[in-house]
């Protein structure tokens, strides 16, 4: 039987090269549900190859134009407007697979929806463990969901890692994360308040959305990830490791106690970890160029410059303080990167305001979905108070 798969995000760089390794395996899958945030033609385009049951978007209005257009086309997807529309298609009794492909805090709330039915949950949101760390992981444990990392960084870990979880703390030494540095390795640090959101948006490697291609530019997506991996992996902080890889051909490694590395190496196209994630164990093809050794350029590596990028160092301390320190610092971190988008902040006023956020807001106690979102919104506040006082 096929797999039927919601894709929360579809309009996304992640969601689109989703449905582009779906629309290769027919025979094995079929798009169960869709949502996006604005983008109506795209998504209406989408729903017309693919046919889902429902489709979701961000807001009534855009609900209703792309209800409107559905139907002057003929094509009998139901749009769902409940503000729990898209926990419902990610817990979905027919639902197999979730790929939680919606940026930022947003895409919380459903990522927990799936883990409680029990979903095999493909994870590209890096927000659902930042902000819910030890929360979400719990979820997924108890209700006995699949996590499977889609993040090119983190799913090269998970293929390293040895299958037996049980084996991991005998076994592994320490996780490394590569980077690609983004456009401004090389940029005197001096220079960075002039950059602008067209500069910051130019990735050397990926295509992607705005707010992930400024994150790669201040490296505070590394950072992220760092979080995420301490969650996904079990792993103490001071055991990840960054390091600056400019090629992005090795996508992470792992070294173990005998201080041997296992890496997995690949072209930088995102279908790769998306069709890993899709079919694992199994392997399916993802449409991606396969590596030509014969033709490959020098591997090279560096360190991550703390002055270039004193973000990325954000994440080791926030993990190493109070719970709840890793929301802080996500959503401080999406108002900052709207502002410099919107022309409102400087570039290198992003890190400042994180900086002062994290600060400003000491985490309560938490113990469910509703403190973590409470939380986030209140370091939200402060993060636009903050930036407000540093506004172009």
């Known amino acids: 039987m096929k797999q039927k798969i919601t894709v929360l995000g579809s309009t996304g760089s992640i969601g689109t090269n989703t449905l582009d390794v779906l629309a290769r395996h027919r025979d094995r899958y079929e798009v169960f549900a869709l949502s996006a945030a604005t983008q109506v033609d795209l998504m209406l385009h989408q729903c017309a190859e693919f046919r889902?049951?429902?489709?979701?978007m961000a807001s009534a209005a855009h609900a209703r134009e792309l209800a409107d257009k559905l139907r002057d086309n003929g094509i009998g997807t139901e749009v769902l407007q409940a503000d729990d529309a898209l926990q419902q298609i990610a817990s979905h009794p027919e639902v197999d697979a979730v790929m939680a492909a919606i940026v930022g805090a947003a895409g919380l709330a459903p990522c927990m929806a799936a883990a409680r039915a029990g979903k095999r949950l493909l994870l590209a949101n890096k927000e659902a463990l930042v902000v819910g760390g030890a929360l979400f992981m719990d979820t997924v444990r108890r209700h006995g969901a699949t996590l499977l990392p889609i993040d090119s960084e983190h799913s090269a870990i998970f293929q390293c890692l040895?299958?037996?979880?049980?084996?991991?703390?005998?076994?592994?030494d320490s996780l490394l994360l590569t980077a690609s540095?983004?456009?401004?390795?090389?940029?005197?640090?001096?220079?960075?308040s002039q950059i602008t959101?067209?500069?910051?948006?130019?990735h050397p490697n990926f295509s992607m959305g705005r707010k992930i291609s400024v994150d790669s530019a201040t490296m505070m997506n590394k950072a992220l990830e760092v979080i995420e991996a301490r969650w996904l992996f079990d792993m103490a902080p001071d055991r990840i490791q960054v390091v600056i890889h400019p090629q992005q051909i090795v996508h992470s490694m792992v070294q173990f106690k005998d201080s041997s590395v296992l890496a997995q190496l690949g072209t930088p196209d995102m279908?790769?970890?998306?069709?890993?994630?899709?079919?694992?164990?199994?392997?399916?093809?993802?449409?991606?160029?396969?590596?030509?050794f014969a033709r490959l350029a020098a591997l090279t590596f560096e360190e991550a410059d703390a002055v270039r990028f004193p973000g990325l160092h954000l994440s080791w301390q926030a993990l190493r303080a109070s719970e709840g320190t890793t929301a802080v610092l996500?959503?401080?971190?999406?108002?900052?990167?709207?502002?410099?988008?919107?022309?409102?902040?400087a570039f290198d006023r992003i890190h400042a305001v994180n900086l002062?956020?994290?600060?400003?807001?000491?985490?309560?106690?938490?113990?469910?979905?509703?403190?973590?979102?409470?939380?986030?919104?209140?370091?939200?506040?402060?993060?636009?108070?903050?930036?407000?006082?540093?506004?172009?």
């Open 197 to 202: 959101p067209e500069q910051a948006c130019a």
């Open 181 to 192: 540095g983004g456009p401004f390795r090389q940029r005197d640090p001096s220079t960075l």
């Open 162 to 172: 040895p299958e037996d979880r049980t084996s991991w703390p005998q076994r592994v």
């Open 330 to 345: 996500n959503a401080s971190n999406e108002i900052a990167v709207s502002a410099f988008l919107d022309r409102r902040l």
């Open 356 to 392: 002062r956020t994290l600060e400003a807001v000491s985490p309560p106690t938490l113990g469910s979905l509703d403190d973590l979102l409470a939380l986030d919104a209140q370091a939200r506040a402060v993060a636009r108070e903050v930036a407000g006082q540093w506004s172009l």
């Open 271 to 292: 279908r790769v970890p998306i069709a890993c994630g899709l079919a694992w164990p199994q392997r399916i093809a993802s449409g991606a160029a396969p590596l030509d």
């Open 52 to 56: 889902p049951v429902y489709a979701v």
